[in-house]
């Protein structure tokens, strides 16, 4: 740099300094009126006060709005930096990404910093203090008093998220405020220490925003994701609560660690928990490391950044439902004051010893990328992934790896040797028209390695959470492993290179509009958006029950027909029908005639009518408000179509005959119990009403009589207590193994292949199975008459994931979907969620078959 250029920077420095100096950023108790702890701030104010430091301290913080709720909450990050790195924020970031090679120039990073330290605040609405403590500590960074700050941040970008889930923090703030003694009540009995569903915990739609990273189907999540992934820090932090007796919890987490984790990341666990520790003993506060918390399912705000070459660390302060102040169970009284502070100690000593280590933190970083792309560890190199040709499954598959900028290339040619993903053995077979493959040698190998495992590298069995997920399963999409990269589909950079592949279907056809009716094909989500508003644009739309050709081409069951006849005009409704399959992606195809070469003729009795379904769901506090969230996010904002939330005990005062379709999630309705609710139910099946147990709320139909049983419950238990008096020693159970000994009966989340019987419209659009994520060790008995085994478990169908033992036998031969038609309705039972936490794909349209093709 010449002097002429040093100078005038100076001069400009200056008076950057000089426009902005006078000013200095209120404290929060000075901006707030209000000490911090006093009072549970409102997001509104949160906002307000890191827009007021943006505005009085803009020379050391930048504030970025990156996104909205639901609910329209703003979502922010403010980027601390001192005042040079400030003004080369963009110059910072695109260095980093150099440095993780996932830029489209492939020149090297600089190594030189500065190291990125990323703090996000209150993932969880109901674990309000940490975003108490955000507010001290960016006051903390920014005033000019702390000289400490300023020597940090001469090599630290510290970028915070205040309030990852605004909707939800504000739903326990304004729920607190609203019944809270004028003085804080730390009697744990009084009502302001007991929340009332669905709580703050998640975001608008009832979903876990902490499990969410990796799979992004909220709003929050996505719009935070890009910009994680735009600058892929070198520290993550995720700050929670837990019980309010349990002292406080940091790094190094607990076993089971996915044995991607590299021992640079266990290694700086270890500083940062004995930094945070030597703050903790100097003020006499307990904690606790290594224990509870571990690092396996990926879609955590620990895992995810560990995963994408972070230290990734989840802090838990003592403090669900604590309020202002609690009484804990040792006598002490815990005060928001102390909550916030503690989380205060460990973000600041986070920050330290990321400033005194930042050249290591970067040297590995960088490292971790290199050999990430050079020598990717896993079973295979390279994944083959098949085209499913009229379906959506790959096209989602495909949007998920773009928003994890995981790269792949279509492959349409060539013969290919692998182990197929649903038998486990090898394979040969050829590349067709919109095949792809992801070859492991690219920067984000580790995180496409651990999504991707047909069996999970688990180095423990005493896990949080799920313990399979491998996304070619999860989206019903083939998919291949192979023993080697695909020639002219290279890693190593390009970021989301797969923009711009080649789509499935197809393709779009000029489709006359003297057709005598267009045949839509039923084979994933889109095909239900397609139908949904079609419905709701009052069009009469049928469904082929079987499999027919017309015109020389072959059509699935459950294929979609509109006619002509009945429609109106011919030209009005080709143009709606044109425009909404643009909208949804679908490819209608003309049909000639009502006079089919195979199958049923379009006037059959096995062509049904789709009577547009006026829908419920019960709700409310005998309902997992996470399983509720889950179908009616599906509803808003997956598929667009109204459902009716109903509470499920104010299901005496409904009118049933107002509703065709009504869903039960998993719950344990205590209303179910009383014979008078359990007879209107059953009143209103027999009279065609179409019901849909989901999980524990087909358990508890199985006490109704309705001919669904549980296995296990007669002569299977009979024989596993003479399996017990037989072996007497089996009762002695050592005291240091509890903890491991209650999993023998667990089933955290594990594969099993269901085999369908896709004759029946519950499984129209799926091939003869479907991978069912287990998430208990219920199974049902084979139905009988007048019911269907639509979805079965046989024995061996067991296929990844940890499994008990003793879980393990009672797996087997079992009904986990079915229906049972009871006088003019039906019952439909899924024993497992099909929509968990909206990730699991290829459910979804087993549920709208459930919802739009079951009892038509
Ligand atoms: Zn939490």
Redesign the pocket.
């Known amino acids: 740099m010449s002097l002429m250029i040093k100078r005038s920077l100076l001069f400009y420095a200056l008076l950057f300094f000089f426009s902005t100096g006078f000013s200095q950023a209120p404290s929060p108790e000075a901006f707030l009126g209000y000490p911090l702890g006093k009072h549970f701030t409102p997001h509104d104010k949160i906002v307000a006060y890191f827009k007021e430091v943006a505005r009085t301290a803009s020379g050391q913080m930048k504030l970025e709005q990156y996104g909205t709720t639901y609910e329209g909450r703003p979502l922010l990050l403010a980027y601390i930096a001192s005042p040079e790195n400030l003004r080369r924020l963009e110059e910072i970031r695109v260095n980093n990404l150099k440095l993780a090679g996932v830029t489209h120039e492939k020149t090297a990073g600089d190594e030189s910093g500065p190291v990125i330290v990323w703090l996000s605040y209150n ?2 609405g109901n ?1 309000p203090s940490s975003s108490e403590a955000a507010m001290k500590t960016l006051y903390t960074l920014v005033d000019p008093s702390e000289s400490r700050s300023a020597t940090w941040l001469k090599n630290t970008v510290v970028i915070i998220d205040p309030c990852i889930n605004p909707d939800g923090r504000d739903r326990y703030v304004n729920w607190f405020n609203d019944v809270a003694d004028s003085q804080p009540n730390p009697d744990p009995q009084s009502r302001e220490h007991r929340e009332p569903w669905p709580r703050g ?1 998640t975001n608008h739609y009832n979903f876990d925003l ?1 499990r969410d990273w990796a799979w992004q189907t909220q709003t929050e999540t996505r719009q935070r994701l890009k910009k994680y992934n735009s600058w892929l820090p070198q520290v993550h932090v995720d700050y ?3 019980g309010y007796n349990n002292p406080y919890y940091f790094a190094p987490a607990a076993e089971p660690y996915h044995d991607v984790i590299t021992p640079w990341q266990r290694e700086f666990q270890v500083m940062i928990g004995k930094n945070n520790a030597r703050y903790f003993d100097r003020n006499g506060w307990l904690y606790f490391t290594k224990q509870e918390f571990d690092l396996f399912y990926p879609s955590y705000g620990d895992t995810y950044p560990i995963y994408n070459g972070a230290i990734g660390m989840t802090f ?1 302060q003592g403090g669900i439902s604590a309020g202002l102040a609690v009484q804990t169970a040792d006598g002490d009284t815990l005060t928001l004051t102390d909550r916030l502070e503690h989380h205060f100690t460990t973000g600041i000593s986070t920050i330290e010893v990321a400033s005194q280590n930042a050249g290591r933190l970067i040297k590995e970083f960088h490292n971790y990328f290199v050999d990430a792309a050079a020598h990717p560890g896993g079973d295979y190199k390279a994944y083959f992934l098949r085209n499913d040709s009229f379906g959506d499954r790959l096209e989602r598959l495909k949007a998920f790896l773009d928003r994890n900028m995981i790269e792949w290339v279509p492959v349409s040619s060539g013969s290919f040797t692998g182990t197929d993903y649903e038998t486990g053995k090898a394979a040969s077979f050829r590349a067709g028209a919109g095949d792809i493959v992801i070859n492991a040698n690219q920067p984000k190998s580790n995180l496409l390695r651990v999504l991707f495992e047909r069996q999970s590298h688990i180095s423990d069995s005493v896990t949080y959470d799920i313990t399979a997920w491998s996304v070619p399963l999860v989206y019903g999409v083939q998919a291949y492993g192979l023993a080697a990269y695909v020639p002219g589909a290279t890693g190593g950079g390009g970021g989301a290179a797969g923009a711009g592949g080649v789509s499935a279907g197809p393709g779009t056809r000029m489709i006359p509009d003297t057709a005598y009716g267009y045949a839509v094909r039923w084979t994933g989500i889109r095909s239900v958006r397609f139908l949904t508003a079609i419905l709701q644009k009052g069009i009469k739309v049928r469904y082929a029950e079987r499999s027919f050709q017309s015109g020389g081409v072959s059509f699935g069951s459950g294929t979609l027909l509109i006619t002509t006849t009945g429609n109106g005009r011919a030209s009005e409704l080709w143009a709606t029908i044109t425009k909404e399959a643009e909208k949804t992606g679908v490819v209608p195809e003309p049909i000639a005639s009502g006079f089919v070469e195979k199958g049923a003729d379009l006037g059959s009795d096995l062509v049904h009518l789709v009577h547009k379904p006026r829908i419920a769901m019960l709700t409310g506090e005998e309902v997992s408000s996470l399983d509720a969230g889950e179908v009616w996010h599906l509803f808003e904002q997956e598929i667009g179509y109204p459902v009716t939330l109903i509470n499920a005990d104010e299901i005496n005062r409904i009118q049933w005959k107002n509703f065709d379709v009504v869903i039960l999630p998993n719950g344990n309705y205590r209303t179910l119990e009383e014979k008078n609710n359990a007879d209107l139910i059953r009143n209103w099946v027999r009279e065609g009403g179409r019901l849909i147990a989901m999980e524990n709320a087909v358990a508890q139909l199985s006490k109704m009589e309705l001919g669904i049983r549980l296995k296990g419950e007669g002569a299977d238990k009979k024989e596993e207590e003479k399996d017990r008096k037989d072996n007497i020693y089996s009762d002695l159970h050592r005291y240091g193994n509890r903890q491991r000994d209650e999993i023998a009966n667990s089933v955290p989340g594990s594969i099993y292949k269901v085999e369908l019987d896709n004759s029946h419209p519950l499984a129209f659009g799926y091939p003869d199975h479907y991978y069912t994520l287990k998430q208990d060790d219920n199974v049902y008995e084979f139905l009988k008459d007048g019911g269907w085994n639509v979805g079965v478990i046989r024995k061996d169908n067991y296929v990844s994931g940890f499994t008990g033992n003793k879980a393990k036998e009672k797996l087997k031969d079992g009904l986990v979907f079915g229906v049972q038609d009871m006088g003019r309705g039906k019952i439909v039972y899924l024993a497992d969620d099909p929509l968990f936490r909206s990730f699991w794909e290829n459910g979804k349209l087993l549920f709208c078959n459930a919802v739009f093709l079951v009892g038509q």
């Open positions: 993932v969880h674990e915990r902490n929670h609560e837990q838990e």
